[in-house]
């Protein structure tokens, strides 16, 4: 078989034998219908997961993978060789069908001396001129691909291994099975080039395969008829295949034919198979050993490897390939140059001279390697042998060479040659030097610390040193390393040595760990003083009790327990311990008596029920063991099965009485009972089992209802299941009870053999119980559990009151209870919180009970209350729970503001005003000057329920001021023209408040005098006013600027303009109103004060414009109409209408409060034109004209002819409808819409000329 094999065997049958023929591979095709003539064939049988491989004429291999059947013809009428490779048997077994099995086997003992069958032929060839066997070519079909083989020599066939897939030919008679092992090859008798390598056998391995191929001749001979030849071995394979061997030799690697017969049976094949025209072809096999000759000359005079690169344990090979000969270099006229054949080499090396056993050390197709792992200072020899394909070489001739010397190699640990208790004396031999003699030894030693750290104590030649001075009983590390002149060798492994110590003391009596019937563990101590480094051993000896033999060791070692086996039960032992090591023995410890526990009883006798079996229990009774094991018995055990398997028991009964009573049973059920007894010896046995079966009784309990779908909010739908123990009759009705909340007894609800019913009329959100009873003609059973169930769930109750717990002025908690949920949990709640009880915010919603409020209003009032909220709906709030935070401190001063300098009076300098004529200046009061004086005011902080006392008022550096309860003060004393950061706090009872945030505040220089104000154009909507002397545009050079103000309607002046201008209008007024300036001028320096008020009033406003009015012609008239207008704070407004006829003036048609005018008069070729304007009549003023609306043109009507009234028709009447302006709205964005896009540009244009 070839190397693709992968299973553990492979079977061939040889099946029938008669005269053999030969035909050509080629020629199957042509005799496949001839397959009446007999002949041997063999089958090989190629099994599922194997692989079959054979070689082809043509050299090339072809792989055969199971499951198939290979049938091939053996032409020469005898079974074909079976060849053991080195470390294979093979054993012939006979059948009592006729079919002989040869098993090839492994051998116990392999020698190595052969080669892997993987790469050689197994054995010998056969010979050449006779194939061992073909593919038979009438039991096989043609393959899809016929390969053509080589000729051989003269009147012979090619070999060839053909595989085919299909069973052999029913007309086979005797068969002969070999069962093979896959790696196991048949000898091919024409390779690749003519010759078959194979491997050099041992002694014992040719040995056998010349016994086992002598018994298969022979059975060959008498199965066959043939005369087996004079057995003789294999040819060798350098021997020349041309010339055929002698009388005796093998043919075909078979013996038993002669010269004549090997002619008759060519003879007989040729004229067969063979036609005329074929027998110009027979120089081919003879061509075809002259180039086996020639490649197996060119293997044969390979040279000698050449050595380089020699170190102390490697060297570097190379060879060269064997060169062709002669006869290769020069190729016949009519032939082609033959390819390069590819060479594989074989490295073989002797350590034990030149004519040495070698040994394989590299096989490849490389022409050099590197050979590792060798000797230091060794000579050895190296020789290479070339092979091709099946041809095998001669060795070359061996190159020597001789390592080089080395370091020596690792010595042993040195040992102990003797030793006290303060010296030791080491020994130690000689490592292999490796060439160079040894000249000194290194012993270091870690001076008994076993820290793992050594230090050398000896150096020199000697292979022994003795070292004194040591402590007893201690343990020593020790190393060990050689020297030569080629280096030092590494240290040997550590060994530890103990130095010797006194006899040790007798140790104590033993001890017992644990007793048994047949054994009894014994432990002791190690004896008191001995060190730990002391390896002591103990002597364990016993004596039975009654015995008269006296001590007796059971033990002896290093162990301090031991188990003392194959004693008697109930049996009195004595023991003592012996203590000894290297020094000597101790005294006898003290003996200690043991006792072997006894052994288990028997099983009771005669289990049986005592009286009669009740529906749930009976009573059991037997007898005590026969045998109770040395003690008495300390218990029973009744253990009980339910039913008649027995796959699980429980203990029901545990005691010293010889009955029991089983309870608590299910009634008509079939029980099983034992009973085993317990002594100090262990347990007995179990008895055997007891069957009982109790009466039936009324049904058992059922499972709890269960609801069916989800529970509505008045009705639930239950269901149960059939009770597990029906008591020995069926179940005939069911009786349900209901229990409702808070009630102690239920109410019958339903009766019936259903398996479910419906119960309604329940309230919603409320939770019930309900239970079954089955009943059968023994009567109702027990009621099941209760199951509880819960209608449709509803919205939670109202919750209690909330808790409200106030932990400062600004904190206060809430918290509440859970009310009823109604069947729902309750999701969420929410809490209300607010000043007033009826303007409450939600400040909170969540699941918990409690929340924290933070940043309320100390001694303020607060209300809350609380609701609940679940899935099925909200609950309603709880009542509102009034609660006030605790009295703190002030809160901060907000408001803060300076005084004006009008506000900055002193006190008492008021002058009377009422005296004064109106034209003379209003008298001024008494001021603080803004220079060391700043004027505050602020808002009072809420005082937190305690009554504010002071202010403090903050300077910064300079000292705090404390005033009393007010809310205006004025800081004197300090400097013009300086910033102070002011800041104000409130005090009370309680403590001060936080201070508010700081401002600054900046004392005045002496400011310039405010200008005369005085208002030079007036309208109903704005007002040009003036002051000063300077131009109305500002200058670059003005330093003095100006500030005015005017005052609002709660009385206060609010800035209009600041600036060095000398003119400002304001906007935006209201009719027939007086407003109220002052001036005030500043400059660096500061602000002045503010001028005396001045007052000025705006005129009424005239109407607003009309828009176009409508005309409209009717005949020779036409009525004109206008929009209307509300009256203006009061007054009433009419309408005056003007007319123009052609280019006259306009005159007055009418005036009144009509919105629309009947003109008429009309000439019906003049031209009209119309404008309308409002009038407004004031009470105590005279009339104001508004403005008047935009123009409409009134065109006089067209006299059309007939043929173009009807195309002129539509164009005529556009024209005569008046043009509509346009109205304020469309004006205005156009206007918007024009400054936009002027916008638009002008940031163009500066984007381009000026940026860029």
């Known amino acids: 078989m070839g190397p693709e094999s992968e299973t553990e065997i492979q079977r061939m049958a040889v099946l029938g034998e008669t005269r053999s023929w030969s035909l050509k591979p080629w020629e199957f095709r042509r005799y496949h219908c001839d397959f009446h003539h007999k002949s041997e064939v063999i089958l090989v049988q190629v099994n599922p997961g194997e692989a079959f491989t054979i070689q082809r004429d043509d050299g090339q291999f072809q792989c055969i993978t199971g499951p198939a059947q290979v049938p091939m013809m053996s032409p020469n009428g005898s079974v074909p060789q079976i060849f053991v490779p080195p470390g294979y048997v093979q054993q012939i077994i006979e059948e009592e069908s006729g079919v002989r099995r040869v098993l090839v086997l492994p051998q116990t003992e392999f020698h190595p001396g052969g080669h892997s069958p993987l790469h050689h032929a197994a054995a010998p060839p056969p010979h050449p001129h006779l194939q061992a066997f073909i593919p038979h070519p009438h039991i096989m079909h043609h393959p899809p691909h016929l390969y053509s083989g080589m000729a051989g020599g003269t009147g012979d066939i090619s070999p060839q291994y053909i595989s085919q897939y299909h069973p052999a030919h029913p007309a086979i008679y005797s068969e002969q099975v070999f069962l093979i092992s896959p ?97 110009g072809k027979e120089a081919e096999p003879a061509e075809l050993d002259e180039k086996a000759k020639a490649l197996q000359e060119r293997l044969n005079s390979i040279c000698k490897p050449v050595v380089t690169d020699i170190q102390a344990r490697g060297v570097s090979l190379s060879w060269v390939a064997p060169s062709p000969t002669e006869s290769d270099e020069e190729p016949k006229e009519a032939e082609e140059s033959p390819a390069e054949p590819s060479f594989t080499y074989e490295v073989s090396v002797s350590y034990n001279g030149k004519d040495g056993k070698y040994k394989a050390a590299y096989s490849g197709a490389e022409l050099s390697t590197s050979l590792q792992d060798l000797r230091p200072a060794t000579d050895y020899h190296v020789r290479v042998q070339a092979m091709c394909n099946c041809l095998q070489g001669v060795p070359s001739e061996p190159a020597s060479f001789t390592t080089l010397s080395c370091e020596p190699d690792i010595p042993n640990p040195p040992r102990k040659a003797s030793g006290t208790k303060s010296s030791l004396v080491l020994q130690w031999k000689a490592p292999c030097d490796n060439g160079s003699k040894i000249q000194n030894y290194t012993l270091q030693w870690d001076e008994g610390k076993g820290t793992g750290v050594f230090e050398q104590c000896y150096y020199g030649p000697q292979k022994q040193y003795r070292l004194t001075k040591l402590s007893p009983a201690s343990r020593y590390s020790f190393r060990l390393a050689a020297k030569n002149d080629m280096g030092v060798s590494e240290f040997s492994e550590p060994v530890t040595i103990m130095t010797s110590c006194s006899v040790p003391a007798p140790p104590l009596s033993p001890e017992l760990v644990q007793p048994g019937v047949t054994w009894l563990c014994l432990r002791w101590n190690r004896p008191a003083g001995s060190p730990k480094e002391d390896e002591i051993g103990y002597v364990l000896e016993m004596e039975e009790e009654g015995s008269g033999y006296g001590f007796q060791p059971s033990y002896d070692g290093d162990e301090l327990t031991h188990t003392v086996r194959n004693l008697h039960r109930s049996t009195t032992y004595r023991f003592r311990v012996i203590a000894y090591n290297a020094e000597g023995k101790s005294n006898p410890s003290l003996v200690s008596e043991f006792t072997t526990a006894p052994d288990r009883p028997s099983c009771p006798c005669r289990l049986s029920v005592k009286g009669k079996p009740h529906p749930t229990s009976f009573r ?452 027939s109103t007086s407003y109220t300036f002052r001036m005030q001028a500043f400059n660096e320096a500061g602000e002045g004060p503010f001028s005396t008020v001045y007052t000025f009033t705006t005129p009424r406003s005239p109407p607003a414009p009309l828009k176009a009015p409508r005309v409209e012609r009717v005949d020779d008239s036409c009525e004109i109409s206008w929009e209307s207008l509300p009256p203006m704070k009061g007054d009433p407004l009419i309408y005056c209408l003007q007319c123009m006829q052609g280019n006259s003036d306009f005159r007055q048609i009418y005036k009144g409060s009509a919105t629309s005018f009947q003109f008429s008069n009309m000439s019906s070729s003049a031209e009209y034109r119309f404008r309308v304007c409002a009038i407004r009549q004031c009470q105590d003023a005279p009339e104001i004209i508004g403005a008047y609306s935009s123009t409409v043109i009134l065109l006089p009507p067209r006299v059309e002819t007939p043929g173009t009234s009807a195309a002129t028709g539509s164009k005529a009447s556009e024209a005569q409808k008046p043009k509509r302006s346009l109205s304020d709205e469309q004006f205005s964005l156009i206007i918007i819409a024009l400054l936009a896009v002027t916008s638009i540009l002008i940031a163009v244009a500066i984007q381009y000329f000026v940026i860029e």
């Open 620 to 1071: 059991l009774t037997w007898d005590p063991p026969k045998d109770t094991g040395g003690s008495d018995v300390t218990k029973y055990i009744v253990e009980q099965s339910d039913g008649l398997s027995g796959s699980s028991w429980s203990q029901v009964y545990s005691g010293l009485a010889t009955e029991c009573v089983c309870d608590g049973l299910s009634p008509g059920c079939s029980y099983q009972a034992r009973v085993h007894c317990i002594s100090a010896g262990g347990e007995s046995p179990l008895s055997e089992v007891l069957q009982i079966q109790t009466p039936p009784v009324p049904p058992g309990p059922c499972q709890p209802p269960r609801v069916m779908g989800k529970p509505k909010a008045r009705e639930v739908q239950l269901r149960w299941a059939p009770p597990l123990v029906d008591g020995g009759s069926p179940v005939s009705s069911y009786s349900m009870e209901m229990f409702v909340p808070q009630a102690d007894e239920g109410r019958e609800v339903y009766q019936g053999s259903e398996l479910d019913c419906t119960v309604g009329s329940l309230l919603p959100g409320r939770t019930y119980g309900f239970r079954i009873r089955a009943g059968n003609k023994a009567g109702y059973g027990p009621f099941s559990e209760r199951s509880e169930v819960t209608t449709g769930p509803g919205a939670p109750d109202v919750c209690r009151p909330p808790h409200v717990n106030c932990r400062s002025p600004t904190c206060a908690v809430v918290s509440w209870e859970t009310p009823h949920c109604n069947g729902a949990a309750v999701s969420e709640y929410r809490l209300e919180w607010g000043a007033a009880e009826g303007s409450m915010q939600i400040c909170y919603t969540g699941a918990a009970l409690t929340h924290e409020l933070r940043g309320l209003l100390p001694a303020t009032s607060y209300f809350c209350r609380v609701q609940a909220l679940n899935v099925a709906g909200v609950g309603p709030f709880s009542d509102a729970v009034l609660c006030q935070t605790p009295c703190s401190v002030p809160a901060v001063v907000s408001g803060v503001h300076a005084l004006r300098e009008s506000e900055m009076r002193v006190e008492g300098s008021e002058r009377c005003e009422d005296d004064e004529d109106e034209d003379s200046e209003e008298a001024a009061p008494l001021l603080y000057s803004p220079s060391t004086c700043l004027g505050l005011r602020w808002e009072p902080p809420c005082n937190h329920g305690s009554e504010i006392t002071s202010y403090l008022i903050d300077l910064g550096e300079k000292q705090p001021i404390l005033t009393g309860p007010v809310t205006k003060y004025i800081i004197q004393n300090l400097q013009p023209d300086t910033t102070y950061r002011i800041r104000i706090q409130a005090l009370n009872s309680l403590g001060a408040g936080p201070f508010s945030h700081t401002f600054k505040l900046k004392t005045k220089p002496l400011p310039p005098l405010p200008p005369r104000l005085e208002c030079t154009a007036i309208s109903h909507q704005t007002l040009r006013l003036k002051w000063g002397d300077g131009p109305s545009k500002a200058q670059p050079t003005d330093s003095i600027q100006y500030h005015l103000q005017m005052e609002d309607k709660l009385g206060r002046f609010i800035s209009l303009y600041k600036g060095p201008c000398h003119t400002h209008k304001v906007q935006r007024l209201n009719e």
């Open 183 to 279: 790696s196991i090859q048949f000898s091919d008798p024409h390779p690749g080039h003519g010759r078959t390598a194979f491997p050099h056998m041992n002694e014992r391995t040719s040995k056998t395969y010349e016994r086992l191929q002598k018994k298969l001749k022979e059975r060959q001979g008498v199965g066959g008829g043939l005369t087996p030849s004079k057995d003789s071995p294999p040819p060798s394979p350098q021997k020349s295949r041309g010339t055929p061997p002698a009388g005796g030799d093998l043919q075909n690697g078979l013996a038993g034919k002669s010269t004549e017969e090997q002619a008759q049976t060519s003879a007989a094949v040729t004229g067969l198979g063979r036609s005329p025209s074929r027998r």
